[in-house]
Each structure stands twice: as structure tokens, then as C-alpha cells.
């Protein structure tokens, strides 16, 4: 990300952000050069499109920025990588641009994934005056970029134990406590759905733990899906289905994401984070569909379907994580294709058993910019997980419900007195907007980080 927070920008151009509504406005606070140039060339002032105004010698002298919502997470997102390689800043006048949206907007607006293939220019940089805004942008910047970069890096080089690596650096980062279990030690561990899981995998699986804080304060338990990739198992996807199946640890990510962001503001929490980690792979030693299995919570599962083991390996480490007794759990997952064809890929699906708890953090992410859509627990679509020779099965009956399914599922591991937020969600931008590259992307960790704050930090 290519910021510099300074109290100086002595040679950087200015940008001077402007919305429609208010350019006329503007135009008449400016130079005459400035305004005959932006009349002449027809700036309207749109969202994420801007204007190179010259000096009188030809160079630029500002920039105008047309911007919508000056408190958007992407409010500049647009220029880093449009704009002239050089120094920015924004102006002192007119209209100001939030600074945590400035610097967290300008930071993804240079997010480039460049392990295996080099950048090309380098973004133009922004000045900013140092501030806690300033800072706390650039550390939800800094969050986003870990989410993606794990979401983008290939299979091949990021199975369970380099995700674990992952995790241990950033628990040595922060000053938490790493574990791992690892393979057949997950049976003595009492993790019986994560090995059957991965145990078809020549990598083997696992469950992460990281742990920070006082325990004086509240127990805060982040759980996330960590599916280094999905063949499908046995119940093979076809070729379009596997293909971005690197993306399904997204919630793994998430999880990862969110806990940085969690100790860098040091919230008054006990945090505890657990991924299950495998690839599904395919074997003669991989589980099948019609096996059973006893979890960790003593609960039978039957498995209807290989290629819904997300929630098969979610339910060990929900069970684990309840016996803590946290005030609040939460587990984030790549979960179901049903939760995208009724959202889309913007949308990640949110349930819960508070319903206020979730209707609060589903408005709170509208404000933000950062969405999530509650659904419904629906008690009336349980019978379509019972089994006849298990209590539950990994499948429903019918596709119909299928997120609606995958949550009741999971419900089954929390117990009622613990407040629990489940949030489903696709890890992905199909296509490309400003700051949001196509490839691996972060989803609604504002918003949960601001209902954690909300939650714990009261003044």
C-alpha cells in the first residue's frame, strides 16, 4: 500500500474531492484555468472518475475527484492505479474525505496479488496528516490484504500446514498462543468429523488454535471453515465446480482476518480462534457418503453427501469452542452455493440464534458499506436434516433451503445459552470494481469488527 502519513506534503498535487450535487459549487470557488478546463472537458463530477487540471505550464496542477459517500470504504479506490505515479494529497478546503476511508480506500486501491506475477507500474502514493483515523484505516487495510492474499494463493502452495504457518506468525506477531493437532492425534484429540475429512489427503489435516487476552474478560471464539481445497470427495465436483476451489479456507481467512484486527485494537476480549484445516481429497482411505460418524458432541451424523463437508468439519470445532462457554461465537465459512444463488456474490448470508444480535449487525454493515443479509433459522425445514439411521444428516432432502439446511446443521453444536452468529459467505469478487480486484476478497469483517467494539469497548 503505497501511503505516507506526514504532516508534511511539501511537492505532493493536490486532489480536491468534489460530489455532483455540490459541483457548481465548486467550480465557482476555482481558479479560471481550473474551471474553463473542467467545463471544457465535461467533469460531471462522477463517482470514482476524476480530472487532471493543468498549471500554467502544462503540468498537472490538481486533480478534481468526483466521490459519492466521503466516509465510503472506496472512496478513492479509483486513482492509485489510474492516476500519474508521484506524490497526492488531499486538499485543506472544500470538501474533506474521512481519514480512516481515505487511507483504508487509497490502501485497496493499490491491492495487487503479486506472488507469481509481477506488478506493472507502481500506484501513485498519498500523503495523509498522521492521525488514530489514519492508522486505524490502514489496519483494516492490512486485514483485507492478509484475507485476500490467502484466499488468491493457489492450493499447491497453501494446504493445512502452511495455513497453520499462517496462523503461528500471526500469533507470534501479536503475542498469542499457537497449537496445532495434527492427523490420526485428532482422534485422540476428540476431533473425529475433522479427520474423517481430510484423512484422504496425503497432507495432513488438522486443528489450529490460536489464543489471546485476559481471562478477565469476555470469551470471544472465532471459528473458521479452513478447506484447503474441495474435490468434492467422492462425490466429485465437475471441472467448473472445482475449479476455484482453492478459495474454500475463505473462512479460515476470515477468521484469521478478523482476529488480527481484534488484538491490533487490543479489544477486552479472551480470544480464542480454531480452524479446522484438510483438503477433501479423494482415496481409498476418503469418507463416503452414507457413513456415520460420532462427533465430538456425541451427536451421530450421517453423511447424505462427501461435498458438503464444510459443515461436517465445523461441527467438531463448534462443539469445541462451546465448551469454553464464550459470551459470543462466531464462524465464518465458505459454505453452501444455495446462500449465492439467493444473494449473489456481494452478499454474504448472516444467521443466528439472537435474532436481535443479527438484525443490529445486519443494519450496522448496510451503514457501513460492508453487507450482510439476515436469514432465517427456520425450525420448519429441520425434519430435512434427520437421518433414519443417524440423528442428523449433512444434506437436506431436497436442495431447497440449502444455506437455511447447512445453518440448522450447525445449530446442533451450539448450545442455546451462547450467543452465536453464522456467517456464510463467498470470499470472491467474480469481476473487478474499484479496490475490489476479481479474486479473493474480504467480506463483512467491518462490519463485525464494529459490532465487536460496539459490544466490548462501552465507554
Not at 482411505?285 to 460420532?294: C, E, H, I, K, L
Not at 431436497?398 to 442455546?416: D, K, R, S
Request: charged letters at 20%; glycine letters at 10%.
Amino acid at each position: 500500500m503505497s501511503i505516507q502519513l506526514k504532516k508534511s506534503a511539501v511537492g505532493a498535487t493536490l486532489l480536491r474531492p468534489v460530489q455532483r450535487s455540490g459541483l457548481d459549487a465548486a467550480l465557482r470557488e476555482a481558479s479560471p484555468r481550473a474551471r474553463q478546463w473542467l467545463q471544457a472537458t465535461g467533469f460531471q463530477a462522477a463517482e470514482h472518475r476524476h480530472a487532471l487540471v493543468p498549471d500554467a505550464d502544462g503540468r498537472v496542477g490538481e486533480v478534481w475527484v468526483g466521490v459519492s459517500d466521503v466516509s465510503d470504504a472506496h472512496v478513492l479506490s479509483a486513482l492509485p492505479q489510474s492516476l500519474p505515479e508521484g506524490r497526492y494529497r488531499l486538499a485543506d478546503d472544500g470538501l474533506q474525505v474521512d481519514a480512516q476511508a481515505a487511507a483504508l480506500s487509497w490502501a485497496l486501491g493499490c491491492y495487487r496479488f503479486e506472488r507469481y506475477r509481477p506488478a506493472g507500474r507502481a500506484p501513485a502514493t498519498l500523503v495523509l496528516p498522521p492521525s488514530a483515523a489514519a492508522q486505524a484505516g490502514l489496519q483494516l487495510a492490512q486485514a483485507i490484504t492478509r484475507v485476500r492474499d490467502l484466499v488468491n494463493t493457489p492450493a499447491e502452495d497453501l494446504g493445512p500446514a502452511e495455513l497453520a504457518e499462517a496462523a503461528k506468525a500471526l500469533a507470534k506477531a501479536h503475542g498469542a498462543r499457537f497449537k496445532q493437532t495434527t492427523g490420526d492425534a485428532l482422534l485422540k484429540a476428540g476431533f473425529p468429523a475433522v479427520h474423517a475429512v481430510g484423512r484422504a489427503s496425503t497432507r495432513a489435516p488438522r486443528l489450529i488454535e490460536l489464543n489471546w487476552g485476559s481471562p478477565k474478560h469476555p470469551r470471544l471464539t472465532l471459528v473458521g471453515k479452513g478447506v484447503c481445497f474441495d474435490t468434492g470427495g467422492l462425490d466429485i465436483k465437475g471441472a467448473d465446480g472445482m475449479r476455484q476451489m482453492k478459495k474454500d479456507m475463505g473462512g479460515a481467512a476470515h477468521a484469521l482476518g478478523l482476529a488480527e484486527l481484534v488484538m491490533a485494537r487490543k479489544l477486552p476480549v479472551q480470544l480464542q480462534v480454531l480452524i479446522p484445516a484438510v483438503d477433501n481429497a479423494i482415496a481409498g482411505n476418503a469418507y463416503r457418503p452414507g457413513d456415520v460418524f460420532r462427533t465430538r458432541a456425541g451427536i451421530h451424523i450421517e453423511i447424505g453427501n462427501t461435498d458438503a463437508e464444510g459443515r461436517v468439519i465445523l461441527c467438531d470445532a463448534l462443539a469445541y469452542g462451546a465448551e469454553s462457554k464464550p459470551d459470543l461465537m462466531v464462524d465464518l465459512a465458505t459454505l453452501t452455493g444455495a446462500a449465492r444463488v439467493a444473494l449473489g456474490p456481494q452478499l454474504p448470508a448472516l444467521f443466528s440464534n439472537r435474532f436481535g444480535l443479527a438484525r443490529g449487525l445486519m443494519d450496522l454493515g448496510l451503514a457501513m458499506g460492508d453487507p450482510l443479509w439476515h436469514m432465517p433459522l427456520w425450525p420448519g425445514y429441520q425434519g430435512a436434516i434427520e437421518s433414519s439411521i443417524g440423528q442428523i444428516v449433512n444434506t437436506g432432502a431436497t436442495p431447497q433451503g440449502g444455506a437455511i439446511n447447512a445453518a440448522l446443521f450447525l445449530q446442533h453444536f451450539v448450545p442455546e445459552a451462547i450467543d452465536w452468529l453464522h456467517v456464510d459467505l463467498f470470499a470472491w469478487n467474480p469481476s473487478a470494481r474499484p479496490g475490489r480486484p476479481a479474486g479473493g476478497e474480504a467480506q463483512s469483517l467491518r462490519a463485525l469488527l464494529a459490532m465487536m467494539e460496539q459490544r466490548y469497548c462501552k465507554k
